[in-house]
């Protein structure tokens, strides 16, 4: 199984940007996995907000960050990104990193989140 750790979470102000990175590691082999990035903002549900597949061939954004998040991985280093630029304030949140086999539809290997916050 593969274990994960996020980091490059922060404080922001509206209009800025901030590069999260999920580090991989573990016996499994990280391009076998697709990978997410999700987020929680205090009081509502766990959203996904970026996926890539296990060779970086599609990725896939929710409506709401299109043309402002950019998810990339480099599977030589074992790590995933979002690149967040044009941040608002109903962007933050807990942002965690997750993994699943690609014939499966559910993420069951999670990071443990970052926090990011975006003041106005």
Do not use: H
Not at 40 to 68: F, L, M, N
Not at 96 to 113: E, M, S
């Amino acid at each position: 199984q593969v274990q994960l750790v996020e980091s490059g979470g922060g404080l922001v102000q509206a209009g800025g940007s901030l590069r999260l990175s999920c580090a991989a590691s573990g016996r499994t082999t990280f391009s076998s996995y697709d990978m997410g990035w999700f987020r929680q903002a205090p009081g509502k549900e766990r959203e996904i907000v970026a996926q890539v597949t296990w060779s970086g061939g599609r990725t896939t954004y929710t409506d709401s960050v299109k043309g402002r998040f950019t998810i990339s991985r480099d599977n030589a280093k074992n790590t995933v990104s979002l690149q967040m630029n044009s941040l608002k304030p109903e962007d933050a949140g807990v942002y965690f990193c997750a993994a699943r086999i690609p014939t499966t539809a559910r993420y069951d290997t999670w990071g443990q989140g970052t926090q990011v916050t975006v003041s106005s």
